[in-house]
Nanobody, 117 residues
């Protein structure tokens, strides 16, 4: 059974950077896709970025100028580099793994990111 775990959240000031990490374990194959969502208080979960194990990358237009996704397909890990953080980036950030095309996401527990002066 796949397990997904995020790390790297924390509190930063506006303009600073943060890097989130995520690892999928308990599986012997590479996740077809891994990526990130976030959910701010009182808001719906918002998709941020996805990267497949064949190199296709998609990033939300809302963050593409500041956030970068990368992954190591063999290790089932994905990173989210977040630069020039803003208070509105404050949210719980969730990682997901899609094992095969057409299947649903397997979610991590989330990691809190707080941007405040």
């Amino acid at each position: 059974q796949v397990q997904v775990a995020e790390s790297g959240g924390g509190s930063v000031q506006p303009g600073e950077s943060l890097r989130l990490s995520c690892a999928a374990s308990g599986i012997s194959i590479s996740c077809y896709a891994m990526g990130w969502y976030r959910q701010a208080p009182g808001m719906q979960r918002e998709w941020l970025a996805t990267k497949t194990n064949i190199g296709r990358t998609t990033v939300s237009g809302a963050v593409k100028d500041r956030f970068t996704i990368s992954r190591d397909g063999e290790k089932n890990t994905v990173l989210l580099q977040m630069d020039s953080l803003k208070p509105e980036d404050t949210a719980v950030y969730y990682c997901f793994c899609i094992l095969k095309i057409g299947e649903g996401q397997k979610w991590g527990q989330g990691t809190q990111v707080t941007v405040s002066s």
